[in-house]
């Protein structure tokens, strides 16, 4: 918004046919603006979610886990239960809440897990090439065709549901998102003049990619990691939903969602809200990655 | 083209080959007895140990391996524990539902995913756009099996206009198709408007239109034309994917597929049947994606199969 003002004077001082109005239409501005509007939706949708959760302790909520069988299935907006309580009288919010730290921590865990296998194999794999990189490349190619969800559903099913597990089967799930991006990036990287004054230099080969390759595809790969956030609240809550989610401390979302799906005809609120926290969230995270992204894709453009 | 056929071949075989291994591995670490799924409730240790004994489960991880190897090769995938029936049988009987609930979903999204895409990128970046924009990222942000159960809330229990579970009539595969389709939906259009505007941006399509050709020709002739590539290659990876399961919507409207067999075959450590199920649903998948690079000469001629790109 900022921006066309500032556009405005100078369209006055400017000679030209090109009005002001002109350029707020052009399609740079409008690119320009449509990211930023996504970065604040994103921001505020992400905020509305996270900092509750990570307030859960200090809001004056009933515990997550605290019975009262003389009131249950309650509405949202009762008496002392903002969003109602569930079928054993517990405090819906105060579940929300506490699950959703369960899940974030699982969701941020499973992506800087992925991020650090993704970023060292993907490396490897573009600077090095030979038999490093097939290897990768054919573990990239089978992880398309595997049955995905029936193996993480087999993992959890061998190691338990804990959260150190769930972290991990998320994890091994999306390295190769990662190490796909990271392999084209360094594919372009090791062919650019300082690698090879590196070289020269004499430093070895895992010095160079260390030092000066790997700082240099960090920030364009770590873009992804939003929408990787994403994925891995997504399919948290759908192995929770399968009944192979973490179960202590707290019941994750896709966890209180499943419980509440038998109550479905008369307690509509112990399915919908969750399932609310859960896509704002995810839309808010989305919308935050998308924006980045828009708005590095267009300073690259206009550097070019 | 043959010796790139057959090494696609080989390399698929591979594949498969690796998957079935891991998954054996897998399910015999794994924790859970098959026998006590299979025995009545009413079975004592010994009828327990006489049950592992004839299934095999007492021999050595090696001996069982190549049993399952043996086998394998002469077409026997064994026995199903739950279903005491051929376990190959059991995944086909209920391979066409998954295939049916797949081929609707692809088919709903490839009608509606190069209309949208294209309206987006010709529209790119105005308020309208913006507006469909955040929709798609919306629809990939629902969880599906909420999606798929307040669908079920409002169309078959508050309106019960269409069946809430089951594949009895057509009828029944509308609520499955539109909770898988709107992922799918969310995911190939934002690739087509992604593919469209580079492609709408690009230098042959300002000389052509510096030439004379129409804004329709430009769009839906040369743009779309040189977009169709990734598109087949999304909307094929997309079907593989269904294939390998819709699990989760399955289990949410009682779907008879193989994702829901799949559920149940864990829980009931049903060896034979994972097993069947893992080679059946890889195996398709991976025809799905080699027929997609089959295609892609077809689609764009400078595509040379076999070559280095």
Known sequence: MSGTTVLATEGTERPSQVTARDLARA??????????????????????????????????????????????????????HLLGTDQLGRDLLS????????????????????????????????????????????????????????????????????????????????????ARLTRSLVLVEREKPYVAAARVLGLRAWQVLLRHVIPNVVRPASLVVLLLLAQAVLLESALSFLGAGPQRPFATWGRIISDGQAYITTSWWLVTLPGLVIALLVVGVNLLGDGLRDRTRRRKGAGA | MPTYLARRLGQSLLTVFLTLTTVFLLVRLAPGDPAAAYAPPSASNADLARIRAEFGLDDPLISQYWIFLRDLFTGNLGTSYSFHAPAFDVVMDRMPYTVTLAVSAIAVTT?????????????????????????????????????????????????????????????????????????????????????????????????????????????WRYALGNSAVPLLTALGTRFAALLNGVVVVEVVFGWPGVGSLVVRALETRDYPLIQATVLVTATLAILVQLLVDLAYPLLDPRVRLGKAA
């Open chain 1, 95 to 178: 579940r929300i809440l506490h699950g959703g730290q369960v899940s974030l921590s699982v969701g941020v865990l499973a992506v800087l897990v992925s991020g650090l296998i993704g970023i060292a194999a993907g490396a490897a794999a573009g600077f090095f090439g030979g038999w490093i990189d097939a290897v990768v490349s054919r573990f990239l190619e089978a992880q398309l065709a595997l049955p995905l969800l029936m193996m993480l559903l087999l993992v959890v099913a061998l190691f338990g549901p804990s959260v150190t597990v769930i972290t991990c089967v998320i994890a091994v799930a999306q390295w190769p998102e990662v």
């Open chain 2, 111 to 219: 009608v509606v995913v190069v209309p949208l895409g294209v309206w987006m990128a010709r529209r790119a970046d105005t308020k309208r756009e913006l507006g469909a924009n955040v929709m798609t990222i919306a629809g990939q942000s629902m969880p599906d099996f909420w999606t798929g159960v307040m669908l079920l809330t409002v169309f078959a229990v508050l309106f019960p206009v269409l069946p809430a579970s089951g594949f009895t009539t057509w009828s029944g595969l509308v609520l499955p198709t539109v909770t898988v389709a709107v992922l799918q939906l969310a995911l190939v259009s934002r690739l087509v408007r992604r593919e469209m505007v580079s492609a709408l941006t690009s230098p042959y399509v300002t000389v052509a239109r510096s030439r004379g050709v129409s804004e329709h020709a430009l769009t």
């Open chain 1, 27 to 80: 399609t740079a501005t409008r690119t320009r603006r449509s990211a930023h509007v996504k970065l604040w939706a994103g921001a505020v949708c992400t905020a509305l979610v996270v900092v509750p959760v990570a307030l859960a302790n200090l809001l004056p909520l009933p515990g997550a886990n605290a019975q009262d069988l003389s009131r249950r299935r309650l509405p949202p907006l009762s008496e002392g």
